[in-house]
């Protein structure tokens, strides 16, 4: 799914446009015991309740797509009877109709997944009659001739509130206010099946989580069976191994740098794709080939690439998560350097009375803990105002 299509799933959860026509919930206490269950009509439920569930909705479906919100596909065992694809379709189909599914899906949730607090399990049903539109991307909601039927399933922490002093208006008395058990936010989520295409695609689903390095893997692994993606952190380091052992003694300052500019350029081309950049084997031996590496190195990352990632995974990585676009950062033990990732040219390295140094060109302007200081002209030794 791109951003486009997930707004559009996003607009349905308003008054005017609902499309849930059912809602189920689990009350889940932190020993994993079922409190209290919810089985009824999305109507049936106040007004300021609907505005309530209509917030985490959306939030379950918020976030950077690629970080937040990841499109994940089964494997093809998984859609054959008794896979997790196959109950998922079957419990969509049931329109949360059938207590034992649900109490099922219930039972496989509360099994993988790994909170050791209470949360609330809450599960909807929704029927979309998805507009048709016009070549140039206008809605014509007489043209609708597909019908979109999904489940959205969020996991929200219930946190007691802090305990405190309040106005009590009927007694007129500031007193002890009564701690309440609160569900908060969303933490993890998904929507099955995919909407990609602006269709149905049960081969599909996306996956949310508030916090990219808090995946739960052992959930997306044996309740959704799509198989956990490497976290933000973790496609980093493998990037950053990839490179290294690629380059090897050609790991140099200048080589690093051109990586790191061509990669930002690169990231600022795709910005407006639908879809977030990913790069592949094949994308970063030619990144590596633009940066200039030299052919010894670029012999070398098939064997790298292969020793550090399972080639038959085909993995990707998110260029945007990769790449450092906030700063360019020089590390030392006793010295860290930031500059702004468009401005790389003001840093270079030199070799001074046989000691290599980084040089970074001074300009107008130099603070120092915050006091200005003067600048020194190099032609006179002057101290400019």
């Not at 300021?48 to 937040?68: A, P, R, V």
């Not at 496989?108 to 949360?119: D, H, P, R, S, T």
């Not at 029927?127 to 007489?142: F, M």
């Not at 290599?356 to 400019?384: F, K, L, P, W």
């Amino acid at each position: 799914m791109n951003k486009k299509e997930i707004n559009e799933i996003k607009k349905q959860f308003t008054p005017e446009n609902c499309a849930i026509t059912r809602i189920c919930g689990c009350y889940v206490d932190g020993e994993k015991n079922k409190k209290t269950e919810l089985a009824q009509t999305f109507l049936t439920l106040t007004e300021e309740e609907n505005f309530k569930y209509f917030t985490i909705f959306k939030s379950t479906l918020s976030g950077t797509l690629g970080k937040n919100l990841l499109n994940m596909e089964f494997p093809n065992a998984q859609e054959m009877e008794g896979g997790t694809q196959e109950f998922l379709l079957r419990l969509k189909n049931s329109k949360l109709e059938d207590a034992a599914l649900v109490e099922e899906f219930y039972d496989k949730v509360i099994a993988n997944y790994q909170y050791g607090e209470n949360y609330y399990i809450i599960l909807v049903y929704g029927v979309y009659d998805v507009p048709g539109q016009t070549l140039d991307g206008i809605e014509n909601e007489d043209a609708s001739e597909y019908v979109y039927d999904y489940v959205l399933c969020s996991i929200c922490p219930v946190k007691l509130t802090d305990a405190g002093l309040c106005y009590n208006e009927k007694t007129n008395n500031i007193e002890s206010r009564i701690r309440d058990w609160v569900v908060t936010a969303p933490v993890h989520g998904f929507l099955f099946p995919a909407f990609n295409d602006r269709m149905s695609d049960v081969h599909g689903l996306l996956y949310y989580t508030k916090n990219s390095e808090l995946m739960q893997e052992e959930f997306i692994d044996q309740t959704l069976g799509c198989g956990a993606p490497l976290s933000f952190k973790a496609q980093k380091e493998t990037f950053q191994d990839i490179i290294e052992n690629s380059l090897g003694e050609q790991c140099d300052f200048d080589t690093v740098k051109t990586i790191h500019e061509n990669l930002n350029e690169y990231v600022e081309v795709h910005k407006d794709a639908p879809e977030p950049a990913q790069l592949d084997k094949t994308e970063i031996k030619k990144l590596l080939a633009d940066s200039g590496v030299k052919a010894e190195a670029m012999e070398t990352f098939d064997t790298a690439f292969d020793s550090i990632v399972c080639d038959e995974e085909k993995p990707q990585f998110a260029a945007a998560t990769v790449a450092n676009t906030r700063s360019f950062d020089i590390k030392m033990p006793d010295v860290v350097i930031k500059v702004k990732p468009e401005r790389t040219d003001l840093v270079e390295t030199k070799v001074i009375d046989g000691r290599q140094y980084i040089v970074i060109e001074v300009n107008d302007n130099i603070e120092v803990n915050g006091i200005n200081v003067r600048n020194v002209n190099m032609e006179t030794g002057e101290i400019m105002d």
